[in-house]
């Protein structure tokens, strides 16, 4: 199983970026999938997921109305629309996929991508 986060970059603050996350090894269609971010001296925390299915989305408040995840089950993939990007978004970013019952707790997935990171300038 591997997954492989790609679309990070440095972006001034305002701006857009979209994240993707190819999964292989697995049929993930009924999986959760994720995206975590961790910046520097920081813990690891919960940004976004999407239920496999329904496809039903949570984020974490601070990107709420700004981030939009969402997911191919046909080729595999995931994705993280981010607008109105800050300096605070600043992280790296990592996808992540399991058979989870609580969402936002990183231990409870199984597989993650390698982190993809992003930079805001002000």
């Known amino acids: 199983v591997q997954l492989q986060a790609s679309g990070g970059g440095l972006v001034q603050a305002g701006g857009s970026l979209r994240l993707s996350c190819a999964a292989s090894?697995?049929?993930?269609?009924?999986?959760?999938m994720a995206w975590f971010r961790q910046a520097p001296e920081k813990e690891r925390e919960f940004v976004a997921a999407?239920?496999?299915?329904?496809?039903?989305?949570r984020y974490a408040d601070s990107v709420k109305g700004r981030f939009t995840i969402s997911r191919d089950n046909t080729n595999n993939m995931v994705y993280l629309q981010m607008n109105s990007l800050n300096p605070e978004d600043t992280a790296l970013y990592y996808c992540?996929?399991?058979?989870?019952?609580?969402?936002?707790?990183?231990?409870?997935?199984?597989?993650w991508g390698q982190g993809t990171l992003v930079t805001v300038s002000s």
């Open positions: 992540a996929t399991g058979t989870v019952t609580r969402i936002s707790v990183d231990s409870e997935y199984a597989w």
């Open positions: 090894g697995r049929t993930f269609s009924a999986y959760v």
């Open positions: 999407i239920t496999g299915g329904f496809g039903i989305t």
